[in-house]
């Protein structure tokens, strides 16, 4: 008498990725368009830098050399530190969401709500400037997503269990 019992069933069949609805589709598409915008934004502030150096000689023109480089590296770390963690933001929330992981709508939506405040701030500070509409446009890529994340179609997509294929219990395709 044979101890282990004939293996009877086949193999389970793979379940095939779920795709996301055109909603959560659209809404990764303007957040890798976020990360792009970011990326610029991080190019021309570094690319600024020389006018900061002009700021610090200007503002105190007793600063000797190497306090003005240390002020300029100061201002170059955290333009590039800020600068990578948002691009990082963005290319993680785009694929958290396209995985339809439904803490990333949630926490995509408190990185808007977050970026909206920067940019009141910023605009508060020192009125609308020109650097001020890389931000706005960063901000209205944001928006977008937001709005196609929250769309019925996508709360399906994020609120159904993983498993079968399909956009959610009504098996929206």
């Not at 709508?105 to 609308?128: N, P, Q």
């Amino acid at each position: 008498m044979d101890p282990f019992p004939p293996f009877s069933g086949g193999l389970p069949e793979p379940s095939a990725p779920r795709v996301p609805p055109p909603s959560v589709q659209t809404a990764v598409k303007l957040m890798y368009a976020g990360a792009a915008l970011s990326a610029i934004s991080l190019v021309i502030g570094l690319a600024s830098l020389s006018s900061v150096r002009h700021s610090i000689e200007v503002a105190d023109p007793t600063a000797s050399a190497s306090a003005v480089n240390a002020g300029v590296d100061a201002i170059t770390a955290i333009v590039v530190i800020i600068g990578l963690i948002g691009l990082a933001l963005w290319l993680w929330m785009a694929r958290a969401n396209r995985a339809g992981k439904s803490w990333a709508r949630i926490t995509g939506t408190v990185f808007w709500g977050l970026d909206t405040l920067s940019l009141l701030a910023s605009i508060s500070a020192h009125g609308a400037a020109a650097s001020d509409f890389l931000g706005l446009l960063v901000w209205l890529a944001g928006l977008g997503a937001v709005i196609f994340l929250w769309k019925r179609e996508s709360s399906a997509y994020f609120t159904s269990p993983a498993g079968p294929p399909g956009y959610g219990p009504a098996g929206y395709r």
